[in-house]
């Protein structure tokens, strides 16, 4: 079992409506669940961070945590063809910054 | 602030060649990362470091060194190359690698090919 889990897509979505991306995560002590948006070509760019039990909200997108389930999820609202993207889905285990683990992404692709 | 910056952006090394990757940072961020990309893959850690002359092994490190003599620069070396390492490398900072606070600033990238 992978650490982090993704479905790799390809998620297609049509404009305006709401994109859903999934994360699983096997170790129970972690702690802080990251969310990474990546453009063809480009790097990652931190679009939330969510470490407590519940939603999360900033402007458009929403991430949810459930630590019982081990289950962290984004929500894109009104979904954009700029969203078009691959999301990368990242957990830290502990304090320590070595302990941060990707999983492979999703990619979203928003269809006019 | 040009943030982070990664030099060369395409390298093309043949089997058993020597290089450094070059990672600089203007931000005064304390902590700096090295990772790896594969084609269809998430990052993964190769090395890191909490602050300069202080490094330590990620996830992937062999056939890898870093360095960090000052806060700004992180180079990244790859001894006797090889296939398994091509990949996109990515460089990253962030201010003090508290995980609930703190946000990891990405370079462009390097795409190194191994023939």
């Known amino acids: 079992q992978k650490e982090v889990e993704q479905n790799s897509g390809p998620l297609s979505v049509p404009e305006g409506a709401i994109a859903s991306l999934n994360c699983t995560y096997s170790?129970?002590?972690?702690?802080?669940f990251f969310w990474y948006r990546q453009y063809s070509g480009k790097s990652p760019e931190l679009i939330m961070s969510?470490?407590?039990?519940g939603d999360k909200e900033d402007g458009r997108f929403t991430a949810q945590l459930n630590k019982a389930s081990q289950y962290v999820s984004l929500l894109i609202r009104d979904s954009q063809p700029s969203d078009s993207a691959t999301y990368l889905c990242?957990?830290?285990?502990?304090?320590?910054?070595?302990?941060?683990?990707f999983g492979s992404g999703t990619r979203l692709s928003i269809r006019p | 602030n040009a943030g982070v910056t990664q030099t060369p952006k395409f390298r093309i090394l043949k089997i058993g060649q020597s290089m450094t990757l070059q990672c600089t940072q203007d931000?005064?961020?304390?902590?700096m990362y090295w990772y790896r990309q594969d084609p269809g893959m998430g990052l993964k850690l190769i090395y890191y470091?909490?602050?300069?002359?202080?490094?330590d092994k990620g996830e992937v490190p062999n056939g890898y060194n870093v360095s960090r003599s000052t806060t700004e620069d992180f180079p990244l070396r790859l001894e006797l190359a090889a296939p398994s390492q091509t990949s996109v490398y990515f460089c990253?900072?962030?201010?003090?690698?508290?995980?609930?606070?703190?946000?990891?600033?990405f370079g462009p990238g390097t795409r190194l090919t191994v023939l």
């Open positions: 470091s909490v602050g300069a002359g202080i490094t």
């Open positions: 969510i470490y407590s039990n």
């Open positions: 931000m005064n961020h304390n902590y």
């Open positions: 990242a957990v830290l285990r502990g304090s320590s910054a070595s302990k941060i683990i």
């Open positions: 170790d129970r002590g972690s702690q802080s």
């Open positions: 990253a900072s962030s201010y003090g690698g508290r995980g609930q606070t703190d946000t990891q600033y």
